[in-house]
């Protein structure tokens, strides 16, 4: 088992004084064993294995793993290894794989000192085999034995929940073609990944994210809802040149401040979720500012492009005519290596997802209209709940949200986040408001998953139908369940790496949403009035967020209500010829 990371160690005596130290921003931890059965790590540098730590009498502290940091402290030999700038994957896998091992290695007679320094063999060790079934079956004894219930377990590592919680593996979960966009992005590529609505594109994302190294990772969205969903910051905000009004000097003026400079320079790896609603115009002053900033000439200054969205879904938000970043020169000179995910899992309905694929592309057969105008007479209310109508414009679905509550008698309670930083900033990058009210009878959504088995889940639908003693909403749920909603925290990492953090109840009021607050969310019960439709592939995300047809009411459905831009269906028919070719070479055919 192997990990690149920052690595810090000391050596200190009884008294805590520091008596040596190793440092290095490029080092290899290696978990190897001995032919005695003892565990070590070695620390390598450039010059090969520099260091090796016996693991006994260890504490680890992981509360920054999430932020790829740990400590372990080797409190016989009194020596700190503090290991930054790890992925998280990797760090996590790592973690759990000291944790198995030591824990639940076998019981070795003891070997004599003299023994030990006459033997040979004492001083080859092999790296650790990954974990196995056997590994894990020696925890679970070791865990449930009676010494280990004696024993007070004051490690983070050393108790269930988070045993479990390690053994989970997220590469189990990834289809063939998502594995293939995370082989892509271990290259020099610049990776562009792209599919429809429910393909698994932000939990492919998340997972990219965890696997490389945070320090020089900038992960943003076009939007804040976006950011958000993925752990990240939106795109202007990382920038540090506003939403790009400014003219490309002023843009580079602003860019070249200290702390957004020095952003800027410590970016190595550039993530973009939904890009289809980054205007093209602004792509191009971002990689004019990177290459000004950063003094390089190579597109974004050198930086590596991971981006993702669907052209076919929202377009860029601007007054007047906008351009898709894919018709910019810019795009062109970054030479994406592109993927079509095309295996759609939010959901299960197969008909309703080939319905979907339909009109993504703006094809209405007369089957796909008679089946789509007979979801008007779905009947979706249940147990107190109604379903949530999507709206074309932000201010309706306020408007219908402020009247419903106003509306309803009783007792007004209102929640009041608790902020640790800006209430802009926290607005922009978390899904709950600094404020809102409640009543019993008000339609809410969850807003964190609580409880997945449960079906608690971001997105699931509810009423509000009583509040306890201390004011908490008590809410039932479309699942069947009523629980009480205490306060969640979402913490904030900003683009100079400071984290901040909102304490609020995890509902908003959900009579009513804008479809484009909606992207990316899968709604229980769902009501979609298209007459007000403006743009391309609103109607298409308004109707992806359902999760089945049985879910969904449309009251007025036209198919002149959906339609699909021309360019990007060009685009897509370019780029999957391309895929295709692409797939071909790597197979070793003929490049065509």
Not at 23 to 48: C, E
Not at 76 to 90: E, G, L, R, W
């Amino acid at each position: 088992m192997t990990l690149q990371c920052s690595c810090s160690v000391e050596w200190s005596n009884a008294q805590g004084v520091v008596l040596r130290r190793f440092k290095s921003l490029t080092t290899k931890l290696v978990l190897t064993r001995n032919d005695f059965r003892d565990i070590f790590i070695d620390v390598s540098a450039d010059k090969g294995v520099v260091h090796r730590l016996a693991l006994k009498d260890i504490a680890v502290h992981k509360r920054f793993a999430s932020d790829g940091k740990a400590t372990i402290h080797f409190k016989t030999d009194k020596v700190m290894m503090m290991i930054s700038n790890a992925p998280v994957a990797q760090l996590a896998e790592f973690l759990k794989t000291l944790f198995v091992k030591v824990t639940g290695r076998k019981e070795s007679p003891q070997v004599k000192v003299r023994d030990r320094l006459l033997a040979v063999k004492s001083s080859s060790t092999e790296e650790i085999s990954p974990i196995n079934v056997k590994d894990i079956g020696r925890v679970d004894l070791k865990l449930e034995g009676p010494s280990m219930k004696k024993k007070k377990l004051n490690d983070e590592l050393m108790n269930q929940s988070v045993k479990k919680s390690y053994l989970v593996n997220l590469k189990d979960k990834l289809t063939d073609e998502q594995r293939e966009v995370v082989e892509a992005v271990n290259t020099n590529n610049n990776i562009f990944f792209t599919g429809s609505a429910g393909t698994g594109k932000s939990f492919l994302l998340r997972y990219i994210v965890n696997t490389l190294p945070p320090d020089v990772t900038m992960v943003t969205a076009s939007t804040g809802a976006s950011a958000c969903l993925i752990g990240g910051v939106t795109l202007h905000s990382f920038a540090g040149i506003g939403i790009g009004e400014c003219t490309i000097e002023r843009g580079i003026e602003m860019a070249s401040k200290s702390s957004a400079a020095q952003v800027w320079r410590k970016c190595k790896i550039l993530i973009i979720d939904e890009i289809s609603m980054v205007d093209g115009e602004y792509f191009e002053k971002l990689d004019k500012v990177a290459k000004a900033v950063r003094k390089r000439d190579e597109p974004f200054g050198g930086i590596k492009l991971i981006l993702c969205g669907d052209f076919l879904q929202l377009p860029p938000v601007k007054q007047g005519k906008s351009r898709f970043c894919f018709q910019t020169k810019t795009w062109a000179e970054c030479r994406f290596r592109c993927f079509n995910l095309k295996f759609v899992h939010r959901q299960s309905d197969n008909e309703f997802v080939k319905m979907l694929n339909k009109l993504r592309l703006g094809n209405i057969d007369p089957d796909t209209a008679t089946k789509l105008k007979a979801t008007s007479l779905n009947l979706l209310e249940q147990n107190g709940i109604v379903p949530t109508r999507l709206c074309c414009r932000t201010a309706d679905a306020q408007m219908i949200n402020q009247k419903k509550i106003f509306d309803l008698p009783g007792k007004v309670y209102k929640f009041e986040a608790f902020d640790s930083g800006p209430t802009k900033t926290l607005d922009d990058h978390t899904p709950v408001a600094k404020s809102f009210v409640l009543k019993s009878g008000a339609q809410v959504m969850l807003l964190k998953n609580i409880s997945v088995s449960s079906g608690l889940v971001n997105g699931a639908r509810g009423v509000v139908k009583d509040f306890d003693k201390n004011g908490s909403p008590c809410v039932q749920f479309k699942c069947g369940n009523t629980v009480t909603i205490k306060p969640e925290k979402w913490i904030v990492k900003t683009p100079t790496g400071q984290f901040i953090s909102r304490q609020q109840v995890p509902l908003k009021l959900a009579w009513a949403f804008s479809i484009h607050k909606s992207q990316g969310l899968t709604l229980d019960c769902v009501e979609i009035s298209l007459g007000r439709v403006f743009e391309a592939g609103q109607a298409y995300v308004a109707l992806s967020r359902a999760k089945s047809l049985s879910s969904l009411r449309i009251l007025d459905f036209d198919k002149k209500h959906v339609w699909a831009n021309p360019d990007v269906i060009a685009f897509y028919n370019k780029l999957d010829r391309i895929v295709e070719s692409d797939k071909m070479y790597i197979l070793g055919k003929k490049n065509v």
